[in-house]
């Protein structure tokens, strides 16, 4: 998937919508339950159904951070990271979070 360039994504909101970009939100994301030693040592027993289970959690984590990476590195700044899922009861606490961060 191709990132628009930060500056055009800035431009296009604030055209769109009225409305300046003040910070990334990165929200519900998975725990890093295993090193890489550890994953290694549980794909031999991957067809294990609760090792392929958690060892598809390891890789999820792994992208994500991949994905936080890419936004800080697009950004230059570190997305804020919030433990919540946005929706239900959460999403008071989410605002609240955030509110404190910016």
């Known amino acids: ?4 360039d930060w500056d055009a994504l800035r431009a296009s909101l604030r055209e769109r ?14 725990p890093d ?11 031999p027993h991957a067809d294990h159904p609760a090792v392929a289970r958690a060892l598809r ?8 951070r991949a994905q936080l990476a890419r936004l800080r590195k697009l950004t230059g700044q570190a997305p804020a990271r ?3 899922h946005s929706g239900g009861t959460d999403i ?4 609240d979070e955030l509110a404190a961060q910016l």
């Open 1 to 4: 998937m191709r990132v628009p």
């Open 33 to 43: 339950r295993f090193s890489p030693a550890e994953a290694k040592l549980l794909e």
């Open 17 to 30: 919508m009225g409305l300046p970009l003040e910070r990334v939100v990165a929200n519900a994301l998975d």
């Open 92 to 95: 008071e606490r989410l605002a």
């Open 82 to 84: 919030l433990p919540l």
């Open 57 to 64: 959690g390891h890789r999820r984590a792994l992208r994500q």
